[in-house]
């Protein structure tokens, strides 16, 4: 077999930090009788940008090389919890805490199991919402990611215009005995029931607890005039850290009842003013005419992956491990990766 000289114009083998470069044939389709191991420069084909690919015969057929992409899947692993929901006034029921819907290890509120991850694709718009506390006497506000919605979690239940508890994420807790005493549902896969108040012969008794991602809140008895604890949230690492999220608020106590406690993951304790949920746990309020806490979502995908978002999300990065996480805490906008 016929040797290729290699000259000095081509390049210097020996040359430490040589500019040069072996220069391969280039042309059109190979028009000669190849041998297995050659390699060439087709100008027939285009790859990557360039006007030419490069091939090498395998004994049967030229075969282009290919440029493999080695950046991992874009699988991107969520936690969205919304806002907490309010209390009412005249012993209220603590607020029910924020949906809660993960796909990091230890599963969603309520007993539900941990969710899918999802495999995106770069150069797409994705919807991000931070759900915010509920007011007074109101429901939180759903987050969202995707189409993952967690949703606001219920009111206390109290005296004046509102007389029920609220559903939601987590229930609402009831209020004392005349007023609407039974606690209310939560959503499932996200967080459970608000706790019953005790009702017995017009007797205004404690408020319950309102429900919790990781627990109901607690129930009254008609003889009791402490209030109910919130529901506890749940403990999720998707940060690295082990932190509760969607804890439920205390309900209020009557007369010279205790107050309850609030549910850890950001509940508040039940008292005798206004005392708003955990800011970015969704926590449940407690007391008179408390605001819920606002949600969260996070977000865990591979660092090789940058995410842009939308000027009316609020947000930060760290990295974990060979992760990257992402923790929007107000805002609702699109977000890309790159």
């Known amino acids: 077999m016929a040797l290729t000289k290699v000259i000095t114009g081509v390049t210097d083998l020996n040359q430490n930090n040589s500019t040069n470069g072996l220069k ?8 000669g009788t190849p041998e297995e191991g050659m390699i060439r420069n087709d100008q027939t084909q285009a790859s990557e940008g360039s006007a030419s690919t490069m091939q090498f015969y395998n004994g049967t057929a030229w075969k282009n090389f290919v440029n493999i ?10 936690l969205v919890v919304a806002g907490g929901g309010g209390t009412s006034n005249d012993g209220p029921g603590g607020g029910g805490a924020g ?5 990091w290890t230890g599963g969603s509120g309520g007993g539900g199991a941990s969710e899918t991850a999802f495999t995106l694709a770069k150069a797409t718009n994705y919807t991000v919402t931070v759900g915010a506390g509920g007011a007074a006497n109101t429901a939180g506000s759903s987050s969202v990611f995707n189409s993952i919605t967690s949703a606001g979690g219920g009111r206390g239940s109290g ?7 609220g559903p939601g994420g ?3 807790g009831g209020a004392g005995g005349s007023y609407g005493n039974a606690g209310a549902a939560g959503t499932t896969n996200q967080g459970y029931a608000g706790g019953n108040s005790g009702v017995c012969c017009g007797t205004n008794y404690g408020g319950g607890g309102g429900g919790g991602a990781g627990g109901p809140g607690a129930s009254v008895a ?9 529901g506890v949230g749940k403990d999720v690492v998707i940060t690295g850290s082990s932190i509760y999220y969607a804890g439920g608020g205390g309900g209020s106590g009557n007369l010279s009842g205790q107050y309850g406690n609030g549910g850890t993951g950001g509940g508040a304790d039940g008292t ?8 970015n746990l969704g926590g449940g309020a407690g007391g008179t005419n408390a605001t819920g806490g606002s949600g969260v979502v996070i977000l865990r995908y591979p660092s090789a992956y940058t995410i842009t978002a939308g000027g009316s999300l609020t947000s930060s990065t760290a990295t974990v491990g060979t992760d990257k996480v992402t923790t929007f805490t107000a805002g609702s906008d699109t977000i890309t990766f790159s």
């Open 69 to 78: 992409d080695s950046t991992p899947p874009l699988v991107v692993n969520f």
């Open 24 to 31: 391969f044939p280039t042309g059109n389709a190979f028009a």
């Open 99 to 103: 949906g809660l819907r993960t796909s």
């Open 159 to 165: 005296g004046g215009t509102s007389y029920t508890a």
């Open 170 to 172: 987590s229930g609402g």
């Open 272 to 279: 005798s003013g206004a005392n708003a949920g955990g800011t």
């Open 222 to 230: 008609n003889s009791a005039a402490d209030g109910g604890n919130g």
